[in-house]
Structure formats: C-alpha cells, structure tokens
C-alpha cells in the first residue's frame, strides 16, 4: 500500500509503530562549559528532535548570550516567521504529510552575530494503512443568475462513478481558504493593466478573513517575487507594490507549481491565475497541468484579459509551437479550468479587473462545502466522474472529477 | 563597367522606397530638386566619408543623418529619394575609380549604422534607404571580387541586415537577405542559422532542419544551431537525433542558456521515453541554481512517481528564493538569435577597420580633384 501526495484530511485506519519518537534530544550536542565573555547561543524547545509533526505546531526556541535583534524560523526551506521581541513561539502548520521536517531558527543578535540551531522531525512507521482520501467539493448553486445560499446537507446529493454518496462533512463560506494567487507581470501587462491587476488583487485580498491564508506568486517567464503562505494582508499587500512588468508568459510551469504547493495546504484550495497572454514560454505542457489539476484538490479561477486579435496573432506564433499547437495548449488549459469546478473570466478591458477579482472573493464566500468518502476506492488511476445534485431548480458548479491513484 | 548592372539594381532598391513615400502621401511645399540635392551630396557627403574613414563613426553618422534630413525631409518626394542614390552612387563610382573595390567595404558599413541609426530614430524612409544601399554595395563588392574572404565580407553585411530586420519581424526581407548572404558565401553559418530560425517559427521543420544542420556542418561551434537542431529534431519526433544534439550541449563550457535549455530539453525526452531524468535535472539545478524551471521540471517528475511532499519542499524552496530571477532562456530562445550576429558584426567591424585608410585615401584624391 502506497502513501499519496496530497495531504487532504485523511481516514487513517493504522497500525502505528512509533519509531520516531523516541530520545528526544535535541541535534547539536551537549550545553558547552561557560566561556568568559558570553556567547550567543539558541536553543529549540519545541518541538522535540525526531518527534513526528502533523498539522499547527508550536515552534519556541530560546536564545541566550546576548541582546537578540530577530529570531527566525525556517521549516523546510522556507522562512516562516521572524521575531522581533520574545518570546520566541509562533504556531505554523506543517501540514499532515507523514513526512520528515527540518527546523532551522536563526537568532540574529544586535552586536551582528548570528547563530542558528537545526532540528529534524520524525515520523510514524506505518505497518499497513488504508488510505482513503476525503473528497472535498466546493459547490456553487445558481438560480436566474443568483446564487442560492439557503441550502441544507439534506438539499445535496452527490454522486460518484453514479454511485451515491454519504456527505460527512458539510460547509459553507466559512470554511478557511488556502489560495495561490497568480500573476501575470510579463511586459504585455506594462502600464494601466499592471495596475489594475494589482489593484484587483488587493481587493481579493481585503476579501480574506483571518484563517485565510494566501501565497502570492508574481511570474512572467521567471518568478518576479513571492511571498510564502500568509494571513497578514498587509504583509501580502506590500508585495504587490513597485512591481515592474518584464519578459514573457509561462502560465503552465507556474499554475503547476501552484497546484502542486496546495497539497500540503489544509482548507478549501483555490489558485487564482491571472494573465493577458498566451503561454509559449512554459516548460510543461498544459497536459502535464491537467495531470496535476485531476489530482488536486483545488478548484482554479482564470482571469483572462484578452489581447487584441493583432497581439494574438503575433504573440500564437512562438518558436516553440505552431499556431495550431498554442491554439490546443490554451484550449486544454480552459478545460483543465472547468474540470476544476472553477470557471473562466474573459476580460476585454483592464478597468473590470477589480471587479473581476471581487466577484471571486464573493463566489468563494458563497460555496457549499462538501465532504465525503469515496465508497469504491481502486488507486488504479481512474477517472471517476462526479456529479452533485440539489433539490429544485438550479444551476449546480463543481469539479468534474478526479483522478482515483 | 562590370559595376554598372547593379548599380541599376541600386536604383531599383531605391524606388521600393520611392513607393512608400508615394503611400505616404506627402506633398512637397519647397522640396529640394535634383540640382540642389546632387549638388548637396557633392559638397557634404565627403566630409561625412572622411569622418567615418578617421574612425569618428558618431560624428560621422549624425552628418549623414543631418544631411539627408536636410535635403528630404520633410517631403521624402520620390524624385529627391532618386536624386540621393544617383548622388551618393557618383561619389562612390569616384571613390572606387580612386583606389578600387575595397573601398567598398567601409562606405557599406557607413550605410549599415546609418540604417540602424534611422530605425532608431523612427525614420522609415531613409532607414530603408540607407539599408538597400548597404545591401547593394555589398551586393557590387560580392560580384566584383572572387575572393571567398572579400565574398565572406559582403555575406557578413547582408546577414547583419537581415538579423535586424529580423528582430524587427520583417520575416520576407530577412529572408531575402539571409538567402542572399548563403548565395554569395555559401559558408555563412549565421545566415543559415538566421534562416532556419525564420523556417522554425513557421513550423517549417523540415527546411529549419536543412539550415540548423547546414550551420553546424560549417562550423560545430555554432552551438544556437545545434540546440535549435535539437529542438527541432525532437518537435519532429526524431528522438534519436535530438538526444544525439542536445546531449553534445548539456553541461558544456559554453553559453549557460544554451545548457539550460539543452538540459530540459533532454530531461523532457528522457521522461517521455519512460527513463528517469532525475539525476540529470538535480545537476542541473547544481549548475543554474536561480532556475525555477529545472526545480518545476524536477518536481513534476518526483511527483508523477508519487514523490509529491519531495516536489512541495523543492518548490516551496526555489519559489521562495529573494533573489531576482534571471531572465529564461526559454524567453530567450523565443526571441531571435542575436548571440551568433553580434560575431558576425563584431568580425564585418574587424575586417572593415582594415580598409578605412583606403576610404581616407580616395576622399583625398576627390579633393584634390576639387571637391569640398
């Protein structure tokens, strides 16, 4: 029996061995005798060395030695917080991967000394596990252009492979969002249109409540910047400013790794993408992104703000594709959108972004949440179909399915 | 004369310019006339040749262009277009009944600058203009020497032309130019390798194969060619000849953007082949760790083998990365090729610099003979 990629909220009939968890100690050594003149030094108090980690986990360390100017946590690579003032304790999610995790924190001290403590997770050794995924569905529902926000569990029913299913977790807007937003920087965008995207992701980001968390990921054909998953808007927001538009489009390679980051986000995951061009810059296909998108869990949102027919032209006919094959990717890249349960908004002027990007915020807002899991599990890479169903009249929007492996 | 042929073929080339001022619509209020125009040519155009031959090529260029403008500008009537050809074309009859054909080579590049000067400064008219003449005088020099490396020179104007228009998407000219180049120097890798990106962007693989190929059979150096080959080659499904292509560039010494793309190329094949690409991409990443794409590339990979977590945590740290990212050498590619044309120039310069003391020589005997 083989783990999965995609950390969802999982049904874990186990036998656990505990391996990891024991001695305790933290990697570094023992404490070094005292020295005359004080040396700095930070130690993890939490979590434990080899200790496995699943969700929100509280990192504290302590640092001695002298006056600290900032403290950092990096886990896996990535920055997840700095301190300016103790106590040294912040809660970050880890996400629920059955996986090792490394620890770094980083005291930097005021006299420009750093030092810097490592720490590396454990994890459970399995003997035998059935995995069975809960399958989330956002579902909007539509009457005459309306959305229907009175619904009750009892109004659903889902169907999966035909067969129908038992709805075990059921939500509405509320439930927190985990979302990539993606923007399209290249130099097509330069001038009003850079702004009025940059403005329209400020308004999906005064959208947020306080679980939200959302990454920012400002491409072109390269990563113009990125901010790791936050929940501070302001902090998100500062990254949308004195961007300057360069280079061209790789909408696959970026909406990819999009998708692929969410896995290990808990939540309803969203990557919202915006562009005004046409991507021959990627290195994935857009097969490779609908590979993924079946897989994911997350429903994609494409703005799209059209070019004008001359742009297009010039723009479809790339040294890496003909006309034709451009033509096919951006097809396959709209229905990789619908597969996802989200939807494509086609923009003929810059001035609608804003609203654009509230409408989704708004949508979001407006889902039901729906749980369940699946009753005929094969792992075999199928594609099951699904389908929802409310009672009464009504326009009913979620994923087209997944990809059973 | 054995000049005279294409000389009428110079004046051909002038008159395409002569129907765009037509299309232009432009009526004169007190255009120059002949007279006035040729007798401006006489009087000016030598100092601006004797600038150009003591190496002042700012100087040098921005007389021509006060010159020209001055006697067509604003109106840019057809017989003023006409009446500047026959004018400049005397005087470099004279200079090359002075001290030969050779001289040639320095007034053609004069004409080259000044073609890039006049798109800089948006001036359609006398850019054309100055960009036939260049090309007409290299045309005459080819058909006046026999000499493969005189022939080389003119095929060296000819391609420099040609990748500027080129960059400036005019496809049909470049390609004339380019053709024109291989015609009169068929050992012109850089005008195939302009030809071919021409036929690849047209998805003509078939010809961009012939030119890529023909590029790298004269010099296996040219390595744009040879990833251009190799990225062809596997658009067309020949598995076997792009490996063989790319592989020659992947981690080579030469340009890193030529590495970059050979390498994802290659790993892109490997996986489509059902081979593991997966040492390949994390040396990769080794040698160009500011890629976000070989972290991508590898992380699709480790997650197509259920490696998803291993994919997250590369993505996470190459995404997350506080330096500026690089331009792509795929937004590269997708551009024109420009690397192998800036040794082109830099050669035409070289072997141009050598003959600028004969265009010192004949604009003193047109003094001596009594001009200004």
Redesign the interface.
């Known amino acids: 029996m083989?783990?999965?990629?995609?950390?969802a909220p999982g049904l874990l009939i186990a036998g656990l061995v505990l391996a990891g968890a024991v001695g305790a100690l933290q990697e570094g050594g023992t404490t070094p005798p005292p020295e005359p003149a004080a040396r700095p030094e930070v130690r993890i108090l939490s979590p434990q060395s080899r200790e496995p980690l699943f969700g929100e986990v509280e990192l504290e360390a302590e640092v001695s030695g002298g006056a600290v100017a900032s403290v950092e946590f990096i886990v896996?690579?990535?920055?997840v917080g700095s301190l300016t003032e103790g106590p040294w304790r912040m809660t970050v999610d880890v996400g629920h991967?059955n996986?090792e995790h490394r620890l770094r924190v980083v005291a930097r001290m005021t006299d420009g000394r750093a030092v810097e403590k490592v720490l590396r997770s454990g994890t459970f050794t399995v003997d035998d596990v059935l995995d069975i995924e809960l399958r989330q569905l956002y579902v909007s529902v539509n009457r005459s252009g309306r959305a229907v926000l009175d619904l009750e569990q009892s109004d659903f029913t889902v169907l999966d492979e035909g067969v129908e299913q038992r709805v075990v977790t059921f939500g509405r807007g509320n439930v927190p969002l985990a979302a990539v937003l993606l923007l399209d920087c290249s130099e097509s965008m330069a001038g009003d249109q850079l702004q009025a995207a940059l403005s329209g992701s400020r308004v999906f980001l005064d959208g947020m409540t306080a679980l939200d968390e959302v990454k920012l990921?400002l491409f072109?054909?390269?990563?113009?910047r990125?901010t790791?998953f936050a929940t501070d808007t302001d902090v998100l927001a500062a990254a949308l400013d004195d961007v300057a538009p360069?280079?061209?489009t790789?909408v696959n390679?970026?909406l990819?790794?999009g998708l692929?980051?969410l896995?290990?986000r808990q939540g309803r995951r969203v990557v919202v993408l915006f562009t005004d061009g046409v991507d021959?810059?990627?290195?994935?296909p857009a097969r490779?992104v609908l590979?993924?998108a079946q897989r994911s869990q997350a429903v994609i949102y494409w703005i799209h703000l059209r070019q004008s027919d001359a742009g297009m032209d010039?723009t479809f006919?790339?040294?890496?594709?003909?006309?034709q094959?451009n033509e096919r990717e951006f097809q396959l890249l709209s229905n990789v959108v619908r597969q996802s349960g989200g939807r494509i908004e086609e923009l003929a002027d810059a001035g609608q972004l804003a609203g654009a990007f509230a409408d989704i915020i708004r949508e979001l807002r407006e889902h039901y949440v729906l749980g369940y899991y699946p009753s005929q599990v094969r792992h075999d890479g199928s594609w099951h179909e699904i389908a929802v169903r409310v009672d009464g009249p009504g326009r009913v929007r979620t994923r087209e399915g997944y990809v059973d492996d | 004369m054995p000049g005279v042929q294409p000389f009428i073929y110079s004046i051909r080339g002038g008159a395409v310019a002569l129907a765009l001022v037509a299309l232009c619509g432009a009526r004169p209020a007190e255009a120059r006339d002949r007279k006035q125009i040729e007798a401006g040519i006489r009087a000016t155009y030598p100092s601006v040749l004797a600038s150009w031959a003591a190496g002042d090529d700012e100087a040098a260029i921005e007389s021509l262009v006060a010159l020209e403008r001055d006697l067509v500008a604003p109106d840019y009537e057809t017989g003023q277009i006409e009446a500047l050809w026959r004018a400049k074309l005397g005087v470099v009859r004279d200079l090359m009944a002075a001290v030969g054909d050779d001289v040639l080579v320095p007034v053609m590049l004069l004409h080259h600058d000044a073609y890039v000067e006049y798109r800089r400064l948006g001036e359609p008219i006398l850019a054309q203009h100055s960009r036939v003449m260049a090309e007409e005088l290299a045309t005459v020099y080819a058909g006046r020497k026999e000499e493969s490396a005189a022939r080389g020179v003119a095929a060296s104007l000819l391609t420099s032309l040609g990748g500027h228009l080129q960059q400036g998407w005019s496809w049909k000219h470049s390609a004339l130019l380019f053709s024109r180049a291989t015609e009169i120097y068929a050992r012109s890798d850089a005008a195939h390798l302009g030809l071919g990106a021409l036929y690849e962007r047209r998805a003509d693989l078939d010809l961009a194969v012939q030119h890529f190929q023909r590029a790298v059979e004269i010099n296996p150096g040219n390595v744009e060619a040879r990833l251009r080959l190799g990225v062809c080659l596997k658009r067309k499904g020949d598995a076997a000849g792009a490996r063989r292509e790319l592989a020659q560039l992947v981690a080579s010494d030469g340009q890193a953007w030529i590495d970059v793309i050979a390498t994802e190329e290659l790993a892109a094949l490997t996986a489509e082949q059902g081979a593991d690409p997966e040492a390949m991409l994390r040396e990769a990443l080794e040698r160009h760790p500011k890629s976000s794409r070989f972290a991508i590339q590898l992380a699709r990979w480790l997650d197509s083998r259920g490696r998803g977590p291993e994919a997250q945590g590369l993505l996470e740290d190459a995404l997350l990365r506080r330096e500026p990212e690089p331009e792509s050498p795929r937004y590269r590619y997708n551009r024109w090729p420009s690397t192998e044309l800036d040794g082109v120039r830099t050669a035409l310069r070289e072997e141009e610099a050598g003959r600028r003391p004969l265009l010192t020589s004949a604009v003193q005997d047109l003094r001596d003979q009594g001009a200004p």
Not at chain 1, 317 to 323: C, E, F, G, L, T
């Open positions: 083989r783990g999965r990629s995609g950390a896996d690579g990535s920055l991967q996986v990921v072109s054909d390269r990563v113009i990125t790791p360069i280079g061209g790789a390679d970026y990819y790794a692929q980051l896995d290990a021959v810059h990627s290195l994935l490779d590979w993924k010039a006919n790339s040294a890496w594709r003909d006309y094959a």
